[in-house]
């Protein structure tokens, strides 16, 4: 079984075509999917797809490229949120976060 670790398949880029993306990934042996959310606008949809699909699980963070879109309460609200669904057997870890510095000389 493959497992996509890292798709955004909440972006509004799919909402035209989702559930072939999702149908397209299932028969060519993507068994799992963990959709990182990179935002507090994300979150909820995130969530709602791993509810929604057997097969799909949701990440929670705040990723540093869009920390300057960030409200000053959204790290309480991701502790708060995180919190909340810790549990969740959807839930699949914290992130996106990006530690994987993706973009030189940013300052984590």
């Known amino acids: 079984m493959l497992i ?11 909402d035209a075509d989702r559930d072939a993306v999702l149908a397209t990934a ?19 949809d995130a969530q709602a797809l ?13 990723h540093p490229l869009y920390v300057d879109d960030a409200a000053d309460d959204d790290l ?10 810790r549990h969740h057997p959807r839930l699949a870890g914290i992130g996106e976060i990006g530690l994987d510095h993706f973009v030189p000389g940013l300052d984590l």
């Open 4 to 14: 996509d670790t890292h798709c955004h398949l909440d972006a509004p880029e799919f």
């Open 76 to 85: 309480d609200a991701l502790r708060q949120r995180i919190e909340a669904v």
């Open 26 to 44: 299932r028969a060519n042996g993507v068994g799992a999917i963990v959709i990182p959310a990179v935002f507090r606008r994300e979150w909820d």
């Open 50 to 62: 791993a509810d929604a699909h057997a097969d799909v699980y949701f990440a929670l963070g705040i």
